[in-house]
């Protein structure tokens, strides 16, 4: 599956502190502590609708990982997939009347239009489902024939993951059995599924069923993978086992992100199957977390077809932490708007205030967990000063000394690009 194409990437001067991130799984700020290639594996979406806000906010995330790294000097082997083929798709596809392989295609390409205008960097494997199903089927093959997985006797032909063989389960989410069956119910699981070992048995492969797609399965059974065995097959088979990030929302830390290293750890066995589990916030609307179920969705393509300039609402959304859940709102829409006009204007000016404390100053913040707002408020001083000085017709005089460069303003312009993604 073809990514999307590059945003050009500004060289800076100097190089980038090493990165701290939020490890999910240990519960703190950790320095990430990669190669020379930093790996990161960041799950994808499923293509049965645009990309909403949600959505972009957690690509933007880990889109500063990737430029953070990138700064450092190390090169980023990036990974994301595409679940091309699963009950959502299958179900809008019914619902409009159109095949769902149709669907998947154009609502893929139009999240490809969406990273494009955001200025996301692309992923150097994008990976489908559907092309990665002979690579799956022969992990689930391998999961069977080491004992860890076993097939359900009720002539379905489903194949499930015994998760009693998995020694740490659970220690990605740290959550209690209690949560993990509620989460498992609410996002996808089937925990009250008669005939399985355990009631937190992950689904490795769905044998046929009647009006869905099927392939080749293991040992000859038809059918499907199931949803997390597909990102643990792409990861061990593009960057491999102990990556640097796996990346995701919130919502991804069970059961999605606990599943995949389950299988991937049964199948390599060794630990740990990523090095950190990165997960960012969920973007909400009126109140309420953005989501198909509530129909309260607000699309990047729909957002750009009215108007609004992408490098305003990447701005918004990287206004607030990456962890911290937050809502979208016409004023701060509004807000990014006139910020962006702001730094616009500065680095349009002959002269501006040193670069170098804002390049510093930047590198900092956004190393220490992503510290986005605390990069847009340097950036935001920096400008002010600009402008403020324009307006009230000062520098020249032999440009002021020290305290004012000529360069500053395109030195400032590249920061803001290769950092923190936008272009001015």
Known sequence: MHSWPAPLLPTLPGSGSALRLHDTARGEVVETQPGRTARMYVCGITPYDATHLGHAATYLAFDLVNRVWRDGRHAVHYVQNVTDVDDPLFERADRDGEDWIVLG????????????????????????????????????????????????????????????????????????EGTMLRLSAERGGDPDRPGKRHRLDPLLWRGSRDGEPSWPGPRGVEGRPGWHIECASIALDTIGMGFDVQGGGSDLVFPHHEYSAVHGEGLTGSKPF????????????????????????????????????????????????????????????????????????????????????????????????????????????????????????????????????????AVVRDIVDALLGIAL
């Not at 559907?130 to 689930?140: F, K, L, M, S, W």
């Not at 002539?155 to 220690?171: C, E, I, K, N, R």
């Not at 009126?286 to 609004?308: A, P, Q, Y």
């Open 274 to 409: 990523a090095r950190a589990y990165v997960h960012a916030a969920m973007i909400g609307l009126d109140g309420e977390k953005m989501s198909k179920s509530r129909g309260n969705l607000v699309f990047v393509s729909r957002l750009r077809g009215e108007g609004i300039d992408p490098m305003a609402i990447r701005l918004a959304l990287l206004s607030g932490h990456y962890r911290t859940d937050r809502a979208w709102t016409p004023d701060l829409l509004a807000a990014a708007e006139q910020r962006l006009a702001t730094w616009r204007r500065a680095v349009e000016l002959p002269v501006g205030p040193p670069a170098g404390p804002v390049l510093t100053g930047v590198r900092q913040r956004l190393s220490d967990d992503l510290d986005s707002p605390g990069a847009i408020a340097l950036v935001d001083a920096w400008a002010a000063a600009a402008v403020a000085e324009a307006e009230a017709g000062g520098v020249p005089a032999a440009i002021a000394g020290d305290d004012w460069d000529e360069q500053s303003p």
């Open 105 to 176: 295609m154009r609502e893929t390409a139009l999240f490809r239009e969406d990273m494009t205008a955001l200025r996301v960097l692309p992923p150097e494997d994008y990976v489908g489902a559907v092309e990665a199903i002979p690579r799956i089927v022969g992990h689930v093959e391998a999961l069977w024939d080491a004992g860890l997985a076993y097939q359900l006797d009720d002539g379905t032909g489903d194949l499930y993951h015994d998760v009693s063989q998995a020694p740490g389960f659970g220690g990605q989410s740290g959550y209690d």
